[in-house]
């Protein structure tokens, strides 16, 4: 047994790789393309941070990480942690049926979109074991909020256990935050909004202002209305006056009244 595992150690080849990108949003799925589904696949074995993660291998996977087709990785509902490096080992015969091995290496991005009603908490769940910094996007480019081993850049910024929190948010803390790894590549990136919400799901005063303004100016319109519409009434009135003054031709005065009836009715 153990000479053919020694055999079997002879027959396998190294072969060199360099990172692929790959992005996914928080919640969502992402797939590590193995890129070999040519081949006649033996084994894979996908590793992160020097431990073995567990690839389900079966049609109806019920965890987050599966294989599909003959050696591609998929993750499900991607969270924060997943971000980072992931090596994946392809196991492969080629065509001297000798077993080979094939090295893909993937750098795992999240992205997200969160709102914070202002005054209370922004928290970000971002100081990841592989996190060394976390950035800001302002006007004058990219300022740093935190870094491993120098703390926080504001008595307003706290890190409690692998949580950012910014107390008392307001407009100015909204913006792009992103996090970076020791080699300056990006981890996550959030992106963060003032919520126009409060707590209860209901709009808040700004917005309830912007609603009621709405709410008023189909009103304002039938103000306007009625408005013209006695302007003319008063117009027609005199009208009638002059024309009693100075046509005394029965016909006329007719026409005149069947103008104010037809306005009338009209209105």
Not at 34 to 59: G, H, M, Q, T
Not at 67 to 88: H, N, P, R, T
Not at 110 to 129: A, P, Q, Y
Not at 157 to 174: E, G
Request: with cysteine; aromatic share 6%.
């Amino acid at each position: 047994m153990m000479n053919l595992l020694l055999l079997l150690l002879c027959f396998i080849s190294y072969r060199g790789s360099s990172t692929k990108p790959v992005s996914g949003i928080k919640g969502g799925i992402v797939t590590l393309s193995c890129e070999s589904e040519d081949r006649e696949i033996v084994d894979i074995s996908l590793i992160r941070r020097s431990k073995k993660i567990p690839v389900c291998e079966k049609k109806n996977c019920s965890g987050r990480v599966c294989k599909e087709g003959s050696c591609d990785v998929i993750i499900k509902d991607l969270i924060y942690s997943d971000a980072g490096k992931y090596f994946l080992y392809v196991y492969y015969n080629n065509d001297q049926r000798e077993v080979e091995r094939q090295i893909r290496e993937y750098h795992l991005h999240i992205h997200d979109e969160i709102s914070v009603k202002k005054g209370e908490d922004l928290k970000l769940d971002v100081v990841l074991i592989n996190a060394d910094k976390v950035e800001r996007n302002s006007r004058s480019g990219w300022t740093e909020v935190w870094r491993r081993g120098h703390g926080v850049s504001s008595d307003r910024l706290i890190i409690s256990d692998q949580t950012l929190i910014i107390h008392d948010f307001t407009v100015t803390d909204t913006g792009t935050y992103r996090v970076l790894d020791s080699n300056n590549e990006a981890l996550i990136t959030v992106t963060v909004t003032e919520s126009v919400l409060d707590s209860k799901g209901n709009l808040n005063d700004t917005e309830k202002d912007k609603t009621d303004d709405t709410e008023h100016r189909p009103v304002d319109h039938w103000i306007l209305l009625v408005g013209l519409t006695v302007v003319l009434l008063v117009l027609v009135v005199i009208h009638r006056h002059f024309a009693r003054d100075y046509l005394q031709d029965e016909s006329t005065e007719f026409r005149i009244r069947s103008i104010e009836d037809l306005w009338i009715m009209m209105i």
